[in-house]
């Protein structure tokens, strides 16, 4: 089996591998000319270790090779020869009674359509983990023992043991693996995966297509890589990783586990020289709540938060592009007790600074579930202090934007000069048109001109837009108004809050 181009494709030889989406990942190689005068100090290389041998060797009898099976049960043939299990019909011809062919041409037909005396099929998955505590607590990915029926694991002796699923977690594709031994098994610990620098040397073990016990090194390429998930935390490396390397470790040279090796950028389902592995900071309390109670609870803020742009960066009023913009705050949350506002953009998070959005959830997760912390956010150009109490994240949190207001009174369209839209207050011909709720409020773009910034930023007919530049907007007239007024203060964008498709976003559009 392949990876799909241009993908990210975990790492395991399961037949239950994920595979995400990456666009515009791409690998630059840049070289410094020599004999140029800087007034910086020069960086040097540290020379590569001799050999990775006597590091291999102390380590490979703390790694193991994961094996989870699953059984699959063919589909039962109808009754009375209804079918060959594919939909199709029994052939139009019947063998006579007592005919030496019937018994066999029943076994033939029978297989052909999985019938009924078809065995069960087993269906194995290849994968790595490693051993964490000496009496038999291993760690490996989700992804490895998902749907597992039967798991069992194989030490660097060869020893073959059954394991018992002590816990999982898919959010961050982790899963504890326990099995019974009359001997203490060789552990390994978790390193601090914060101290690890790009370009540092790192070694990875694992079981790539089967092959156990196989060791491959390169250096730590970059850091705080996402492949979409609320809590990603890769490490990226060019160590070979293959499939059947998913779950084992990555270690630095201190011989610590600073990650857990998941996922390949591959356009061929081999080595290319991206891997990612789960960093251990990330990891390590997970695996420690699921070692102690078999699950993990997170942190709970109540916030729906959208990456920032410059553009939208600059509408905020803020220097550059940082922090965590709030679309929603959900009812009755840490948020909105802590009277979050929409529109606030976080900047720090118990003592933390938020440089992303994506960096947000992580942060809140890790926060202990009821403690006070302070929080900064960016609010009408100017910071402001909150104090939040963090709840504990349920799968039904969901935030939700606030209740809509009465409905307004409707007005005809209205084409906005500059921004390529038209515009009209809420009716009830606006409403059947686009689907929009009894209740809802604000202005509706009609339509939008495919050429201008606004169709660019993502604009489409059957948005509302609720404000403009942080201010409410009550009518049409009202929204061409303050575009008026913003191009004659000599204003290059404008700030509008969206509503579309039920979700609140910001979105700064050029004045053309």
Known sequence: MTAPTSSVSRSSSSPLRRAVAVAGLALAVTGAPLLVPSLSPPAYARSAPESFADMAEKLLPSVVNVYSTQISKPARAPGNGGGNGGGGAEPDFQLPPGSPFEQFFREFMNRQRGGTNQAPRRQTS??????????????????????????????????????????????????????????????????????????????????????????????????????????????????????????????????????????????????????????????????????????????????????LDEDVA????????????????????????????????????????????????????????????????WRNKKEVSLKVTVGELKEEDVATAPDSKEPSVAEPAVSVRGLGLKVQGIDGATREKFGLPENQTGIVITDVTSDSNAFEKGMRPGDIITEINQEEVKSASDLAAKITTARDAKKKTVLLTLLSKGDTRFVAVRLD
């Open 126 to 307: 290849l994968g790595s983990g490693f051993i964490i505590d000496s009496t038999g607590f291993i760690v490996t990915n989700n992804h490895v023992i998902d749907g597992a029926d039967e798991i069992s694991v194989k030490l660097h002796d060869n020893t073959e043991l059954s394991a018992k699923l002590i816990g999982r977690d898919p959010k961050t594709d982790l899963a504890l693996l326990k099995v019974e031994t009359t001997k203490p098994l060789p552990a390994v610990q978790f390193g601090d995966s914060d101290k690890a620098r790009i370009g540092d040397w790192v070694m990875a073990i694992g079981n790539p297509f089967g092959l156990g016990g196989t060791v491959t090194a390169g250096i730590l390429s970059a850091r705080n890589r996402s492949t979409g998930g609320a809590y990603d935390d890769f490490l990226q490396t060019d160590a070979s990783i293959n499939r059947g390397n998913s779950g084992g470790p990555m270690f630095d040279m201190d011989g610590k586990v600073i990650g857990i090796n998941s996922a390949i950028l591959s356009p061929n389902g081999g080595s290319v020289g991206i891997g990612f592995a789960i960093s251990s900071n990330l990891a390590r309390p997970v695996i420690e709540q699921i070692k102690n109670g078999g699950a993990v609870k997170r942190g709970w803020l109540g916030v729906k938060i959208q990456r």
């Open 314 to 377: 600059t509408g905020f009023g803020l220097d550059k592009a940082r922090g965590a913009l709030v679309s929603a705050v959900t009812d009755g949350s840490p948020a909105a007790k802590a009277l979050v506002k929409q529109g606030d953009v976080i900047l720090k998070f118990d003592g933390r600074d938020v440089p992303e959005s994506d960096r947000l959830p992580r942060i809140v997760a890790d926060t202990p579930i009821g403690k006070p912390v302070d929080m900064v956010v």
